[in-house]
């Protein structure tokens, strides 16, 4: 399905350039969150506005990042030619119709080809680490570790519990924690994704799991931020307390 979303992402990609125009080489793919090789990172005064090259590097990162979410494989993105089109529309060219509509299709077409790597990348994971000792698998397709059993009662789906969390990708790519944040989360735990609402009925206060879970129980197609489509999802869960409600 055509996203107006997509064509709005596909409008900011063209000023993804500012740092190629700024510098005028070709960008090299890095992993996410972390610059080019060889590149150096402006460095922000701890206080006062951006440099130009301070800000053209941060609306960058910024647009990386939008970018990763939609499943656009960095090597596909020409930074000359970026850089050309964005120089080109701040002299007056702009997008006809059915050129939007063509970049639209192909924003499409990288996203799902993105989320069919990560769904079969998950499976094969999955398929694996589903053998590894003290790994158990749910008929859903859910794998957990338990690490601290816990004790106590396990929350009901209508309860809020407490926990703290740190979620990754595949490649190891920390998307979330509430370790960093410096403070537990809170939330019913119908509120959450399917892999999340599963595990934690089966847990206790106190608990600490590792939880393993597939796209279909996590956002599947659905890019989040720092999620990719497809991605199966890692977390290192621990459920401090359960408020129940009656």
């Not at 519990?161 to 979330?176: A, K, P, Q, S």
């Amino acid at each position: 399905m055509k996203s107006t979303a997509l064509l709005a992402l596909c409008a900011l990609l063209s000023c993804a350039s500012l740092i190629a125009a700024a510098e005028d080489q070709p960008a090299k793919p890095a992993a996410p969150g972390a610059a080019p090789a060889g590149a150096a990172k402006p460095v922000a005064p701890a206080n006062g506005p951006f440099t130009d090259a301070e800000a053209s590097y941060h609306i960058g990162v910024s647009l990386g990042e939008q970018l990763s979410q939609a499943g656009i494989d960095a090597q596909k993105l020409k930074s000359e030619e970026l850089a050309r089109g964005v120089r080109d529309a701040m002299h007056g060219a702009h997008l006809t119709q059915a050129d939007g509509n063509k970049i639209n299709d192909w924003v499409v077409a990288q996203r799902e080809a993105a989320g069919k790597r990560n769904r079969a990348a998950a499976e094969t994971f999955l398929a694996q680490n589903g053998k590894a000792p003290g790994v158990v698998t749910t008929p859903s397709g859910l794998e957990y570790k338990v690490i601290t059993p816990g004790n106590g009662n396990s929350p009901q789906p209508t309860d809020e519990v407490t926990v703290h969390y740190r979620g990754t990708l595949l490649d190891g790519t920390e998307f979330d924690s509430s370790y960093k944040r410096g403070q537990p989360a809170v939330f019913p735990v119908n509120g959450v994704i399917k892999g999340w609402q599963e595990a934690l009925v089966l847990m206790k206060p106190g608990a600490k799991w590792k939880l393993f879970i597939p796209p279909q129980l996590a956002y599947d197609m659905s890019a989040k931020p720092g999620i990719p489509p497809g991605s199966a999802l890692l977390f290192e869960v621990e459920l401090i307390s359960v408020n129940a409600k009656h």
